[in-house]
């Protein structure tokens, strides 16, 4: 195992380096620049900004030196738009919100997600299985922009038990967090819920029956342990997601997270936020992807690595 993610690690070094050249190329093809305005500044205005940040350099020598920044001294570079603070500053002081946001969002998913899955296998064609995914495609087919503002008027507004909006507290985080994960409960219930079904149909689930065991214990440590493995795939890159920011959710309920960012510094051309953003996501993916792999060794001990 241990040589196994040392060799995915030296294999996301490269991942990164295609990643981050593609994102560089993309955002240098798109027409306009980062100091375009409807009133074009002067030109001597444009060519000091331009010398300010080596907008004059030549493409490759801009890419060079912004990756050995980032390389050698995790220095994402200057923001463009905020020209107060770096795309560092900005990464410390809005991306462990969209964390905190993410993960909270992440374990209302599998706490809620898994046991309806389950519950609707076990239970099948009952009222249980019904009930489970008529409330799993009822949360799928609300988007989050509908769904927030609802969650505000109803406990916010009316029942008065939880603030409708901003970060100041933890109980702050309970309705966007809700908010978030809705959706992700029920893509989770009803991928549960078919691995379930094709798994407590196979020959080592009746053979465990017919040895005698409780039912408990087949379900538990025989059929949703192996169940799980479609359900962790999926979590890997939800995780990376979600903790990375989401626009939508953030602008309803006024979070001063890193999604809204993301979003504004691509209309803005801010490259090094973009360039910063997406390294971060490509590193949250390949990270979630390395845990959903040792997460199937524990799953299921007949998977190897070698």
Known sequence: MLRYTLRRTLWAIPVLFVISLITFLLMHSIPGGPFDRQKRLPPEIMANLAQKYHLDDPL???????????????????????????????????????????????????????????????????????????LAVTFVSVPSLALGPFLIWLFALQLRVLPPATWRGPEYIVLPALTLAAAHVALIARLTRASMLQIVGEDYIRTARAKGLAETLVMTRHALRNALIPVTTVLGPLFAGLVTGTLVVETIFAIPGIGKYFVTSISDRDYPVVMGTVLLYAIAIILANLAVDVAYVLLDPRIRYQ
Not at 70 to 81: A, E, K, N, T
Request: charged letters at 15%; glycine letters at 6%; hydrophobic letters at 45%.
């Open 60 to 134: 490759w020598k801009q890419y060079v030196d912004y990756m050995s920044g980032v390389l050698f001294r995790f220095d994402f570079g200057p923001s463009y738009s905020s020209t107060s603070r770096t795309v560092n500053d900005i990464f410390r002081d809005h991306l462990p919100i969209s964390a905190q946001l993410g993960a909270l969002a992440l374990a209302i998913t599998v706490a809620f997600g898994v046991p309806l899955g389950v519950i609707a296998a076990l239970r099948h064609n009952s009222w249980a299985d019904y009930s489970s995914m008529l």
